[in-house]
C-alpha cells in the first residue's frame, strides 16, 4: 500500500522560505513521477511540480517557476519542494502525489497535506 507523508509546512512572511518532505514507502517508485499540488481556499487543487523518479526530469506550473525546486533523494524515498520568495498567493494545503498527470489536478495517490500560510 502506498503511503505518502509530508511534512514541513508552517507560517511563514511573504518573500521567505520554506522546505516541503514528503516521504513515500509502500512499493518500488522506479520509472514513476511524484508530484506536488496544492488546494487553497475556496479554489481547485493544482498541479505544482513533478519529479521522475529514475531520470530526474521537472515539471513546473508556470506561477511558481523559478521560485521553487523539486527534488528527490533516492535512499531515503524522499521528495522535496523548496519555496523560495514566498507569496501570500501561495497559501494552501499542500499535497504530495504519485503518479500524478503533469499539469492536471489527477494523481493516483495521494497524501493528507501539509499547510502552507504565507502572510503578507
Known amino acids: 500500500q502506498v503511503q505518502l507523508v509530508e511534512s514541513g509546512g508552517g507560517l511563514v512572511q511573504a518573500g521567505g522560505s520554506l522546505r516541503l518532505s514528503c516521504a513515500a514507502s509502500g512499493r518500488t517508485f522506479s520509472g514513476v513521477f511524484i508530484g506536488w499540488f496544492r488546494q487553497a481556499p475556496g479554489k481547485e487543487r493544482e498541479f505544482v511540480a513533478a519529479?521522475?523518479?529514475?531520470?530526474?526530469?521537472?515539471y513546473y506550473a508556470d506561477s511558481v517557476k523559478g521560485r521553487f525546486t523539486i527534488s528527490r533523494d533516492n535512499a531515503k524515498t524522499t521528495v522535496y519542494l523548496q519555496m523560495n520568495s514566498l507569496k501570500p498567493d501561495d497559501t494552501a494545503v499542500y499535497y504530495c502525489?504519485?503518479?500524478?498527470?503533469?499539469?492536471?489536478?489527477?494523481?493516483?495517490?495521494w497524501g493528507k497535506g501539509t499547510q502552507v500560510t504565507v502572510s503578507s
Open positions: 519529479i521522475s523518479w529514475t531520470g530526474g526530469r521537472t
Open positions: 502525489a504519485a503518479e500524478p498527470s503533469i499539469y492536471s489536478a489527477y494523481a493516483k495517490y
